[in-house]
């Protein structure tokens, strides 16, 4: 049976922003499908968690989002199980440096398959039954996909032809499909980041709110994107403390 409550898939959703982005959508009355690559005890934990507080409420969904024919298999789950589909959230992404001379074919599949081609298809395999709701897509870039970052060319790249994605999909989809995307800045620090504190001091010295963002920060710009703008589509809200306003 079609379920009452709205239905979103959140890939990358066990761990980090992902997950307060689930949890964030879950508690404003979202059943959330809850994709996942490697971590299924994190995944779980957080089923867990959710079904605690509403029962009947999550899917799990592992999958590599770099095989292609995984991708329409997940929208075909979520609906399978839960009857609808009312927001994609495109949040799963990979992240390394590429220094120029040391970029590779592998390095440029990684980066483009989970931040740009997975993303897009799952769009596509969506449209749809989100049209079906009058539904949203919400996409989630980066600030480095208008100004670049040092040593990460590719990632650059990749979260730009998402920025592009984002826009060219609103005007596809539209009427019946909202389609935003979100730009973080300084949320969490990379679990590989090797950094010093001194680096990390400097870029927060260049963010005029002088603080990192919280991952519910950007959930709460992901909520809003989904259910309150509602005239709002093809736009990317930056969500970064001010960071581009000092170049």
């Avoid at 001194?198 to 992901?222: C, H, M, S, Y």
Wanted: net charge neutral; glycine share 6%.
């Amino acid at each position: 049976m079609e379920s009452a409550r709205p239905i979103a898939l959140v890939t990358g959703a066990a761990r980090r922003i992902g997950a307060d982005i689930a949890r964030h959508l879950h508690a404003a009355g979202y059943d959330i499908a809850l994709h996942y690559r490697n971590a299924a005890a994190d995944a779980q934990a957080l089923a867990t968690e959710l079904e605690t507080a509403r029962a009947g409420s999550t899917l799990l969904l592992q999958a590599d989002l770099a095989e292609f024919d995984r991708l329409p298999e997940l929208v075909a789950q979520t609906v399978g199980r839960f009857g609808r589909l009312d927001a994609l959230v495109n949040n799963a992404s990979s992240f390394m440096p590429t220094p120029l001379g040391t970029a590779t074919p592998a390095h440029w599949d990684a980066l483009f398959a989970s931040n740009a081609r997975a993303p897009f298809f799952l769009a596509q395999a969506a449209a749809p039954h989100l049209k079906a709701t009058r539904g949203a897509i919400v996409n989630l870039v980066d600030i480095y996909a208008q100004r670049p970052l040092r040593d990460h060319a590719v990632y650059c790249m990749a979260k730009a032809a998402l920025a592009m994605a984002t826009q060219s999909l609103a005007l596809e989809l539209a009427p019946q499909v909202r389609v935003n995307a979100v730009a973080p800045g300084a949320i969490l620090w990379p679990e590989n980041d090797t950094s010093d504190d001194r680096k990390q001091e400097v870029l927060l010295a260049r963010t005029p709110l002088a603080r990192t963002g919280t991952a519910r920060e950007i959930a709460e710009a992901v909520r809003w994107l989904l259910q309150d703008a509602t005239y709002t589509t093809g736009q990317i809200l930056r969500v970064d403390g001010g960071r581009l306003l000092e170049g």
